[in-house]
């Protein structure tokens, strides 16, 4: 069974500074989904990154960039310039592209990301 | 974006009486949808799969008598917890994928369940 650890149950960092969430995996599979979920004190999930295990590059968006070792079993999270809207919880999730757990996600145990003006 | 839309996002019952929290996808279809399980400070456990027109699936060790799952439309999918009880009190979390695609699962605000 596929597994996800986020070691760091919680984080915190300086506004405008740089933080990286980190996160590993363990799976037997080559095809597969990795994500980022932010989920802030309203509790509504949002996806922050996506990034697909075929794809060699490492996925960014604006501020939110991955650091994607295929072979280590390792996706973490940078987040530059951090804002105070980051804080949150962050999880980072698995998902199979294929069986019978067509669309399912493993999540981590999320991490708490405070952020300080 | 795709929005999922959750109903009531908050509901008291009492111990031993039934609710169904209703989950839509208010702007694409879902052939399939998830319902989780969120404890304060803590993960999402995944309940159940929910697939339209057939039986939903469900997780090791979650009762499918005690949390029935329909999922009657392309759009929407509804938990009901039977006989509640207060250990059922929790936040429950139902996601969507748009079409049979892989990828993004679109989530739900919520539903904060209070068993008295």
């Known amino acids: 069974a596929q597994t996800v650890t986020q070691s760091q149950p919680e984080m915190s960092v300086q506004e405008a500074e740089t933080v990286t969430l980190s996160c590993t995996y363990d799976?037997?599979?080559?095809?597969?989904?990795l994500f980022w979920y932010k989920q802030p004190p309203s509790r509504q999930m949002i996806l922050v990154i996506r990034?697909?295990?075929?794809?060699?590059q490492n996925a960014t968006e604006n501020r939110f960039s991955v650091n994607f070792q295929k072979a280590a079993k390792s996706f973490s999270l940078k987040i530059s310039d951090s804002q105070l809207g980051d804080a949150a919880m962050y999880f980072c999730?698995?998902?199979?592209?294929?069986?019978?757990?067509?669309?399912?996600?493993?999540f981590g145990q999320g991490t708490i990301l405070t952020v300080h003006p | 974006g795709a929005v999922v839309s959750q109903h009531p996002s908050w509901v008291i019952c009492k111990s031993g009486t039934s609710v169904k929290i209703e989950c839509r996808s208010l702007?694409?279809?879902?052939?399939?949808m998830f319902w989780y399980r969120q404890f304060p400070k803590q993960s999402l456990m995944l309940m159940a799969t929910?697939?339209?027109?057939?039986?939903?699936?469900?997780e090791q060790g979650v009762e499918k008598d005690k949390f029935l799952i329909n999922h009657a439309s392309l759009t929407l999918s509804t938990l009901t917890v039977t006989s509640a009880h207060p250990e059922d009190s929790s936040f429950y979390i139902c996601?969507?994928?748009?079409?049979?695609?892989?990828?993004?699962?679109?989530f739900g605000p919520g539903t904060r369940l209070t068993v008295t």
């Open positions: 996601s969507a994928i748009p079409g049979q695609g892989l990828g993004e699962q679109y």
């Open positions: 799976t037997s599979e080559s095809d597969y989904y």
């Open positions: 990034q697909e295990a075929y794809k060699q």
């Open positions: 999730a698995y998902q199979y592209a294929g069986g019978t757990s067509y669309g399912k996600l493993t």
């Open positions: 702007d694409f279809q879902a052939t399939t």
């Open positions: 929910s697939n339209e027109g057939s039986k939903a699936t469900y």
